[in-house]
Structure formats: C-alpha cells, structure tokens
Nanobody, 117 residues
C-alpha cells in the first residue's frame, strides 16, 4: 500500500517562502508522475505543478516563475519550493502520485499553507 505524507506547511507573510515535501512509502514503480494540487477555501482543487520520474515538469500559469518542483527519486520524495508567496496562494496543498505503469493513483491528506500578514 502506497502512502503519501506532506510536510512543511504553515503560516508565512506575503513575499515569503516555504518548501513543502511529500514522501511516498510503499511499492513505488519507476515510471510515475508526482503532482501538487491545491484547494483554497470554497474553491475546487486545482493543479499546481507536476514532475515525471523522467524529469519533465509542468506548472500552472499562476505559479510559473515563483514555484519550483523537484524530486529525489532515491527517496521517493517530491518537493515544492514556493517563493514570492501571495495571499491567494493560501490553500491546502495536496500531493498526488500516479503509478503510470499500473494506473494506480494516490493522494496525500493535504497540508495547509497560509499566506497572511
């Protein structure tokens, strides 16, 4: 059974930075994609960024140039470096893993990021 555990959230002032981590445990197939989504209060869950096991990345327009995704495949961990944070980045951030070779998807429980002065 695969589990995803997010960490690194919290309260930060506008313009500040945070780094989220998502550690995956269990049987992680080599060919996979890890993503970050976020859900602001009263809104739908939105795509933020993704990175395949091969290193291909995608970003939502709203975070391009401010957020950077990276991963350590040896540790089955994905990171989200968030810089120049804005109040509108406030949300619960969710980690997602898709094991592409077997079509299985997993979600973390989410972690709260609050950007406020």
């Amino acid at each position: 059974q695969v589990q995803l555990v997010e960490s690194g959230g919290g309260l930060v002032q506008p313009g500040g930075s945070l780094r989220l981590s998502c550690a995956a445990s269990g049987s992680i197939h080599t060919y996979n994609v890890m993503r970050w989504y976020r859900q602001a209060p009263g809104k739908e869950r939105d795509f933020v960024t993704s990175m395949t096991s091969g290193g291909d990345t995608r970003y939502a327009d709203s975070v391009k140039g401010r957020f950077t995704i990276s991963r350590d495949n040896a540790k089955n961990t994905v990171y989200l470096q968030m810089n120049s944070l804005k109040p509108e980045d406030t949300a619960v951030y969710y980690c997602y893993l898709n094991l592409l070779s077997i079509g299985m998807e997993y979600w973390g429980k989410g972690i709260l990021v609050t950007v406020s002065s």
